[in-house]
C-alpha cells in the first residue's frame, strides 16, 4: 500500500479523496459555529474532555453527513462542473466504500457524543445528520424551489449542539443562535445558485433561480438579509450580548444589506459570487463578535 492510502474493507482508497468526501471547508465553519456556542455556554473554562469531545463527535456527525451528500448526489455532481470532480463522479472513491466511511464516522461520533459529552447532544446531532443527509438530500433538494430554506434546519444546528453540549439542555441563547444561521442560510445559497443556476438547471434540481428566475431570486435575497439584520439585533434586546456584539452586528448586517441591494439592482449574475463569498465572511466576524463581547463582559465583571 502506498502512502497516503487507506484500506476500507478490501479495497485501497487515497485519503485524500475520503478527506474530500467530508467537505472540510463546510465543516471548518460548522465546528467554529459550534465552539462558539460552547464558549459562550461557559462562564469560564470549557471542560478539556467536553470541548474536545464535543467538536469531535459533531465535526465526525457533519463529515458523515457530507459523504452521504456525495453519495447521493453523484448523478447530480455528474453534471455540474462546480462538483464533477468530486471522488464519487470522477470514480476515485466506490460508492460501497463511501457509505462505510460515512457509517464509520457516524458510529464514531455517537459514541464520542454520547460516552464523554451527553445523550441531548447526540440525539440532537443524529438528527441534524439525518435532516442534511436524508431529508434535504434525498427529498428536499429534489421536491421544491424552497429546499435550502427547510433544509437550512439542519445547517443551522452546530451552535446549538455547541450550548447543549456544555450545558445539557436548550434555552432561549441556543435557539437564537439557530435562527441566526437558520435565516443566513437561504441569502448565502441562493446567491450561489444565481451563478449556478444553468448547472442546477441540466441537473434538474428546483433551486429558485431555475423555477422563478433571476430577478425573483435576488428580491428574497435581499428580503433575507433584511430579516437577518433584524434576527442578529436578538442577542443584545435579550440581553444574551453587549454593546461591542450590537456595533458587529450592525455594522456587518448594513453591509450584507448592502451587497444583497447592489446585488438586486446588478445585471446578470455579475454580482453573485461576491455576494456569496461576503455572506461566509459575515457569519464568520458575527460570530466572532457574539464571542468577544461574551469575553468583554466576563472580563469587566472579574475587574470590578
Same mark, same amino acid.
Given at each position: 500500500?502506498? #502512502? ?21 471547508k ?17 462562564? %469560564? ?6 470541548? $474536545? *469531545? ?11 453527513g ?23 463522479? =470522477? ?21 464520542l457524543?454520547?460516552?464523554? &459529552?451527553? *445523550? ?6 443524529f438528527?441534524?445528520?439525518? @435532516?442534511?443527509?436524508?431529508?434535504? =438530500?434525498?427529498?428536499? +433538494?429534489?421536491? =421544491? ?18 450550548? #447543549? ?5 436548550? @434555552? #432561549? !441563547? ?27 438547471? +441540466? ?7 431555475? #423555477? ?7 428580491q428574497?435575497?435581499?428580503?433575507? =438579509?433584511?430579516?437577518?439584520? *433584524? &434576527? ?12 461591542l ?7 456587518? %448586517? ?12 446588478? !445585471? ?20 466572532? $463578535? ?5 469575553? *468583554? ?8
Amino acid at each position: 500500500m502506498a #502512502t497516503g492510502e487507506i484500506v476500507i474493507g478490501r479495497h485501497v482508497v487515497p485519503w485524500r479523496r475520503l478527506y474530500d468526501l467530508t467537505k472540510p471547508k463546510v465543516v471548518f465553519l460548522i465546528l467554529f459555529t459550534a465552539l462558539v456556542g460552547m464558549l459562550l455556554a461557559s462562564p %469560564g473554562l470549557v471542560p478539556p474532555v467536553t470541548l $474536545f *469531545a464535543g467538536l469531535a463527535g459533531i465535526g465526525l456527525a457533519a463529515a458523515s453527513g457530507a459523504a452521504i451528500n456525495h453519495i447521493v448526489d453523484q448523478r447530480i455532481d455528474a453534471l455540474m462542473e462546480r462538483t464533477q470532480n468530486r471522488p464519487l463522479p =470522477t470514480g476515485d472513491v466506490d460508492p460501497r466504500q463511501a457509505i462505510l466511511f460515512a457509517v464509520s464516522l457516524m458510529v464514531v461520533s455517537m459514541t464520542l457524543l454520547g460516552a464523554f &459529552v451527553n *445523550a441531548l447532544t447526540a440525539i440532537l446531532t443524529f438528527i441534524a445528520m439525518i @435532516g442534511y443527509a436524508v431529508i434535504y =438530500t434525498v427529498y428536499l +433538494k429534489r421536491a =421544491t424551489p424552497q429546499n435550502i430554506v427547510w433544509g437550512g434546519a439542519a445547517g443551522a444546528a452546530p451552535p446549538l449542539l455547541g450550548w #447543549t453540549a456544555v450545558t445539557g439542555e436548550l @434555552g #432561549t !441563547e441556543a435557539l437564537l443562535l439557530f435562527l441566526i444561521i437558520f435565516i443566513w442560510t437561504p441569502p448565502h445559497f441562493w446567491a450561489l445558485a444565481i451563478r449556478r443556476r444553468d448547472e442546477y438547471a +441540466k441537473a434538474g434540481v428546483p433551486m429558485l433561480p431555475v #423555477t422563478h428566475g433571476i430577478r425573483f431570486t435576488k428580491q428574497q435575497v435581499l428580503l433575507y =438579509t433584511l430579516m437577518l439584520l *433584524a &434576527v442578529s439585533l436578538l442577542p443584545f434586546v435579550t440581553r444574551m450580548s453587549g454593546l461591542l456584539y450590537l456595533a458587529g452586528a450592525v455594522s456587518l %448586517g448594513l453591509v450584507f444589506v448592502w451587497r444583497a441591494f447592489q446585488l438586486y439592482r446588478s !445585471e446578470g449574475d455579475a454580482l453573485a459570487m461576491k455576494t456569496f463569498a461576503w455572506s461566509i465572511y459575515y457569519l464568520t466576524l458575527l460570530f466572532a $463578535f457574539l464571542l468577544a463581547d461574551h469575553y *468583554a463582559r466576563l472580563l469587566i465583571r472579574w475587574l470590578l
